[in-house]
């Protein structure tokens, strides 16, 4: 699926300027999502490597048990499942209240802005920056569920943790960015941005 979508993405922008803003904001969202799988992959490597036997566990006393999980583990598994709610609804939140605060300010007063800076006049490049504050936000509550299945699996050992933290992975990997998902997205969000101002 992923490689399909990178090789269109290829074809179409061949022809294209690196200046670009929709592939500059690409890569840089591509970037984010790497590392976040990236951290949350070494620090598993790490504790699977420390903790390969159960005798190199830090150990912890026989505790309660939730439908038969240790405490720990059951518990990264609801974290799982809330992070997951959380990154949906913050993501819609942000990406609604965003779209109504630029949709409101179309020529916002004050400085302008230096090179580095997103061009608070331009609509396309605020929704870029939008976009790209949803995926941090949303991507950062899966992060959170991963490590703590990671966590989880370095008390209790068990694969119910390494499930979780696989998981969030894949929730995050679920957003990673391609030109083309983010050009449509852009187009539609311009377009609600217009019947906003209506």
């Given at each position: 699926?992923?490689?399909?979508?990178?090789?269109?993405?290829?074809?179409?922008?061949?022809?294209?300027?690196?200046?670009?803003?929709?592939r500059t904001t690409?890569?840089?969202?591509?970037?984010?999502?790497?590392?976040?799988?990236?951290?949350?992959?070494?620090?598993?490597?790490?504790?699977?490597?420390t903790f390969?036997?159960?005798?190199?566990?830090?150990?912890?006393?026989?505790?309660?048990?939730?439908?038969?999980?240790?405490?720990?583990?059951?518990?990264?598994?609801?974290?799982?499942?809330?992070?997951?709610?959380?990154?949906?609804?913050?993501?819609?939140?942000?990406?609604?209240?965003?779209?109504?605060?630029?949709?409101?300010?179309?020529?916002?007063?004050?400085?302008?802005?230096?090179?580095?800076?997103?061009?608070?006049?331009?609509?396309?490049?605020?929704?870029?920056?939008?976009?790209?504050?949803?995926?941090?936000?949303?991507?950062?509550?899966?992060?959170?569920?991963?490590?703590?299945?990671?966590?989880?699996?370095?008390?209790?050992?068990?694969?119910?943790?390494?499930?979780?933290?696989?998981?969030?992975?894949?929730?995050?990997?679920?957003?990673?960015?391609?030109?083309?998902?983010?050009?449509?997205?852009?187009?539609?969000?311009?377009?609600?941005?217009?019947?906003?101002?209506?």
């Amino acid at each position: 699926m992923f490689i399909d979508e990178f090789d269109e993405d290829r074809d179409e922008d061949e022809g294209r300027n690196d200046d670009d803003p929709v592939r500059t904001t690409v890569r840089t969202q591509q970037f984010i999502v790497g590392m976040l799988t990236g951290a949350v992959a070494c620090f598993c490597l790490i504790v699977m490597a420390t903790f390969r036997t159960a005798e190199r566990r830090p150990g912890i006393a026989e505790g309660p048990t939730i439908l038969g999980l240790p405490l720990v583990t059951a518990t990264s598994v609801a974290a799982c499942a809330v992070s997951a709610l959380l990154a949906l609804a913050a993501s819609l939140l942000i990406g609604e209240a965003g779209l109504r605060a630029i949709a409101r300010n179309p020529w916002p007063d004050g400085p302008q802005p230096s090179w580095r800076e997103v061009d608070p006049a331009d609509d396309e490049a605020r929704l870029l920056a939008l976009f790209q504050t949803r995926l941090i936000v949303a991507s950062a509550f899966n992060e959170g569920a991963a490590f703590f299945g990671a966590l989880a699996y370095t008390l209790d050992g068990g694969v119910v943790a390494l499930a979780v933290v696989a998981a969030s992975l894949i929730l995050i990997l679920f957003r990673f960015p391609t030109v083309n998902r983010v050009r449509a997205r852009l187009d539609a969000q311009l377009d609600r941005l217009a019947a906003l101002r209506r």
